[in-house]
């Protein structure tokens, strides 16, 4: 197993861990995918992990506001680069088919998010 789902980080609100364990998921799949070079596998998996990236932030953002979280414009441009990043790899995986691109990424990409930004936002909103 390349990603550990027990070593992702944990925060300190339970949605949050639960969407995060979701995404780690697919993801761990997704390396598998890529691992294998089953390219129909990582199409489908790419479609998942836009769909559940898109429920895992909006769900966030959705608590901050909630919580009125004073970093709210911080955090959700973020997950706004980051949207645009997941288009931009899904689309230049649709034309070069390069595994590499996608086993390089998201990981990192899951893990630097949730200890700069989620830990800290889970930390004022609570659980
Ligand atoms: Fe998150
Ligand atoms: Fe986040």
Redesign the pocket.
């Given at each position: 197993m390349l990603l550990g789902i027990d070593k992702l980080p944990k925060?300190a609100n339970e949605l949050?861990n639960a969407?995060?364990e979701d995404?780690a998921q697919i993801i761990e799949e997704l390396y598998q995918a890529c691992q294998r070079e089953n390219l129909q596998e990582i199409d489908r998996l790419m479609e998942l992990l836009i769909y559940d990236v898109e429920d895992?932030?909006s769900t966030?953002e959705e608590l901050m506001r909630e919580a009125e979280f004073f970093a709210y414009p911080m955090h959700k441009a973020e997950h706004d680069s980051m949207r645009r990043d997941i288009k931009n790899l899904y689309d230049n995986w649709k034309i070069g088919k390069n595994v590499k691109e996608i086993e390089k990424k998201m990981v990192p990409w899951l893990l630097l998010?949730?200890s700069r930004?989620?830990s800290i936002t889970a930390i004022h909103i609570g659980d």
């Amino acid at each position: 197993m390349l990603l550990g789902i027990d070593k992702l980080p944990k925060v300190a609100n339970e949605l949050f861990n639960a969407l995060h364990e979701d995404e780690a998921q697919i993801i761990e799949e997704l390396y598998q995918a890529c691992q294998r070079e089953n390219l129909q596998e990582i199409d489908r998996l790419m479609e998942l992990l836009i769909y559940d990236v898109e429920d895992h932030f909006s769900t966030e953002e959705e608590l901050m506001r909630e919580a009125e979280f004073f970093a709210y414009p911080m955090h959700k441009a973020e997950h706004d680069s980051m949207r645009r990043d997941i288009k931009n790899l899904y689309d230049n995986w649709k034309i070069g088919k390069n595994v590499k691109e996608i086993e390089k990424k998201m990981v990192p990409w899951l893990l630097l998010h949730i200890s700069r930004w989620d830990s800290i936002t889970a930390i004022h909103i609570g659980d």
